[in-house]
């Protein structure tokens, strides 16, 4: 893909003149491929704006006929399906929450078979790439076009100073269990703050994203919705001059091939030494059970784990990479002593 998709609209439709004048100033940026804009807007908690229904699609149908740039809406009951097909809409997307539910995406996939619309699914709130990927195949199983996953972020207990925790790792896997679905990052609701969009963008596209849904307002302060992550079209346009090319199908450099090779033989030599590490776990187990031991041992593991990082510091390593790394060895090591 030569250039990258961009999406780019409101969080929400709040009138008819709001609409009117971001899909005049994003029809001025060459790059853009449709407008986004939420017309059904459920907040976590009551009592907030929650969109405006059927007007706000009239002037969705009204404006990509005037401006020749298609809009998009999130759907999630099937009544919302049929509104849109009404109003010439032909793409929606699945929200997190949406995409987490089995029941509500079979649902919803029966109500748009045979309508002609495309979908687009973003990821479910926590970090499990079946429960996505099991959305878009219920999805694709009725016949239905899913055009894109969209990465947005998972809700964790730690988002690292982000909204949402991008954990990039969980897009990567996608793209390698269906590497023919394009693949858009939604950087408006990792970041949560405008300042921080662009690079979160920029950290996307340089791991080979097709493309960006971002959140723009011609007014961000005074958005009903979202204020502190929506863009002006201005910044947004500077960001997409900023965008690297999508890289996922460009040749590798051929100078890499001697580095990749010696990734290799590090990983194969990583994974012998943890198998040769719980083959010690394995007999530590049985010397714990002869002595009466529990097999965690907290002021043991609290001392390894402060001395491990402490050279992790000296090493240059991330701390809390390193330690994420080894709470995970250790927990292996623990289920491996209890099995032996």
Known sequence: MEHPLIIAGPCSAESREQLRHIASQLSDIPDITMIRAGVWKPRTRPGGFEGLGEPALGWMQELQAEYGIPFCCEVARPEHIELCVQHNISNVWLGARTTANPFMV?????????????????????????????????????????????????????????????LWEVPMEMRRLAPELPLLCDPSHIAGRADLVPSVAQAAMQLGFDGLMVEVHPHPTCALTDAQQQLTPSTLAELISSLPKPTANQPAAPDLSALRSRIDELDHEMLRLLAERMDVSRRMSALKRDAGMSVYQPKRWEAVLADRLQQAEGLSLDQAFVKEILEKIHGESVRVQMES
Request: hydrophobic residues 35%.
């Open 106 to 166: 079979e649902e919803l996939s029966e109500a748009l078979r045979e309508s002609g619309i495309q979908v687009m699914v973003k990821n479910p709130m926590n970090p499990d790439v079946r429960l996505w990927l099991g959305a878009i195949e219920r999805l694709q199983q009725c016949g239905i076009t899913v055009s894109a996953a969209i990465h947005r972020g998972f809700s964790m207990y730690d988002n690292r100073g982000y909204r949402n925790d991008p």
